[in-house]
């Protein structure tokens, strides 16, 4: 029962628990009803051009950074601690993922319930898109609350076995990882520029049905959760 320490220990820092995450939803929601009562103000054409155009808003990743962080943390700065008082890898690895798990059901239900709110009230009297919007569904909320967890739960483990490959393998990780990135980057923009059809098959993929991307980000989540369950168990204390 030695995981429950685990769990009490990602509770001792608040903010870090339960502190930023509400906090940076709540500066992006006051920016997106500001940016709302302002072209609210601009006639029916204004609103009408930023209730669809906000099906794109990305304000509600702003959760996304707190959540990344708190897998960075887990493994930075709760494992050696953790092993430092006595409890095992598998111990640990069971506490965290308890408590990613915890967050992602927590916030994509809080997501959810935002939704139904802001499609019930027409955007909160403003017509605007917070919780409604591409990045975690705006088809019904049963796909919201599947999408949010699927994404939030993805984050956290990414952040993670980020970190817990930087602890195995040290900086030199973060520069191959840099390289790589930067060199999809390039083929990628290469391949639009130079190869005709690239840019419309690039589309269509991106443009792919909802269970296609649910695959894709569940794929993100369990690759990150198989290098962070591997190398957990192998990974020095720094």
Do not use: C
């Not at 956290?156 to 490959?165: D, E, F, K, P, R």
């Not at 060199?183 to 190869?195: E, H, Q, S």
């Amino acid at each position: 029962m030695r995981y429950r320490s685990v769990i009490d220990m990602h509770f001792v820092n608040r903010m870090q628990a339960v502190g930023w995450q509400p906090i940076a939803l709540a500066i992006a929601f006051a920016v997106v009803l500001a940016i709302g009562a302002i072209l609210g103000a601009q006639g029916p054409e204004a609103v009408a051009g930023m209730h669809e155009g906000m099906r794109f808003n990305g304000a509600i990743f702003a959760i996304l950074g707190p959540m990344i962080g708190y897998g960075f943390t887990s493994m930075g700065q709760y494992f050696p601690l953790a092993l430092g008082l006595g409890v095992t890898r598998r111990e640990f690895a069971t506490g965290v993922s308890l408590v990613f798990l915890g967050n992602a059901v927590v916030y994509s239900v809080l997501i959810t319930i935002g939704k139904i709110i802001e499609v019930a009230t027409d955007g909160f009297g403003l017509h605007i898109r917070f919780f409604d919007v591409l990045y975690v569904g705006t088809g019904p909320a049963w796909q919201t609350l599947i999408q949010s967890f699927l994404v939030l739960l993805a984050t956290m483990l990414l952040g993670a076995a980020i970190t817990t490959v930087f602890l195995r393998f040290g900086q030199g990780f973060l520069w191959t990882a840099g390289a790589v990135l930067a060199l999809l980057v390039v083929a990628l923009l290469a391949g639009i520029v130079f190869l005709d059809g690239f840019g419309r098959a690039l589309l269509d993929l991106l443009t792919m049905g909802w269970w296609s991307w649910m695959g894709v980000i569940a794929a993100i989540g369990l690759a990150s959760a198989a290098v962070w369950l591997l190398l957990v168990r192998r990974t020095q204390v720094r």
